[in-house]
């Protein structure tokens, strides 16, 4: 017989986990169908995370300190912006050096608010009502409808991308970039513009992302909070085949392996440090694969991914 409880606390756990995965994966989406590899997901994630929690606490508002964090990951989305399409450097090189800036300098100044209260500030569920319902059943709807906003919103982020991607001319300038760039250039796009404020969207997404592991999540700050979910946000383009419809069931799988290497815990004679490493040997599956050229072909990924575009006149 299904212990419904520990089904509800699955799916409630999986719901919740999920949606830092869908912002920052819907991000890397916008920005490597333009072209561009942005590695530094981790660090606008776990910068966004710290922002977040300082800002909830100063301002007393949980909707300023998520959207402060989203900025905090437009932040440095921006310095990637400016150092891999601006100036042509190295994609892979500028992501991980932004990832690596942004662990150090959290760890640096979020000493102040490691393990500091948010209560009262943290965001209350949409629904906060008793549910009336059947006990057997009582579990899983509680587990889906007692969650707040953002859960709920981060499921229409993807499908408003889908819409900018494939229904806008803006849209049709972004995938020609990642595609062809010199192409799009000849159609008069201007392609570093566009890649850089894809790059830059895609930045807030992850800030928002990791703002709401902290303050929807965990509940307070800890020092390398993130623990890899960037790492794996960037693995699921690939498994969404950077389309961002396919970024929910993506993101909701790779949630599920989180939540059930929680749920597991103790309850199966299987090592809880081998249950955690589940979701981590996926991404790596994942992000070995898409190196192979012949798979990336099969899958969809843009022609011009990760390939600095320079203009005829600055090779001149």
């Not at 912002?23 to 994630?45: D, K, P």
């Not at 949409?126 to 953002?150: S, W």
């Not at 799009?184 to 992850?206: C, D, K, M, P, Q």
Request: net charge positive; aromatic share 8%.
């Amino acid at each position: 017989m299904i212990d419904t409880l520990l089904l509800g606390n699955f799916v409630f756990l999986t719901l919740k986990n999920a949606v830092p995965l869908i912002l920052a994966t819907t991000g890397e989406v916008i920005a490597e169908r333009s072209g561009v590899i942005n590695l530094g997901v981790e660090g606008s994630m776990i910068l966004g995370s710290l922002v977040g929690v300082a800002v909830t606490l100063i301002s007393g508002n949980f909707i300023i300190g998520f959207i402060a964090g989203g900025f905090a990951g437009l932040f440095l989305a921006l310095l990637h912006g400016l150092v891999a399409v601006v100036l042509g450097a190295n994609q892979i090189v500028s992501g991980i050096a932004i990832t690596m800036a942004g662990l150090g300098l959290t760890s640096l100044l979020g000493r102040g608010y490691v393990g500091k209260s948010l209560y009262g500030l943290r965001p209350t569920p949409l629904y906060p009502y008793e549910i009336p319902a059947p006990d057997e059943v009582k579990p899983l709807i509680t587990a889906i409808i007692k969650h707040d906003v953002i859960v709920y919103v981060s499921i229409l982020i993807p499908i408003m991308v889908a819409l900018l991607l494939f229904r806008t001319k803006l849209g049709i300038s972004i995938r020609a970039c990642g595609e062809s760039p010199v192409i799009a250039e000849s159609l008069g796009v201007n392609v570093t513009l566009i890649r850089f404020l894809s790059v830059s969207l895609g930045g807030f997404l992850y800030g928002l992302g990791g703002a709401y592991l902290s303050l929807g999540i965990v509940g307070t700050w800890v020092d390398n909070i993130t623990a890899g979910i960037g790492w794996i946000a960037v693995g699921l383009v690939a498994f969404s085949m950077w389309m961002p419809i396919r970024v929910l069931p993506s993101s909701y799988l790779m949630a599920a392996l989180i939540s059930m290497s929680y749920i597991l815990q103790g309850k199966i004679g299987v090592s809880s440090y081998f249950l955690s490493m589940i979701p981590y040997i996926s991404t790596v599956v994942i992000l070995t694969l898409i190196n192979v050229e012949r798979f990336r072909v099969k899958i969809g990924a843009p022609n011009a991914l990760g390939k600095p575009y320079v203009r005829e006149e600055r090779l001149g």
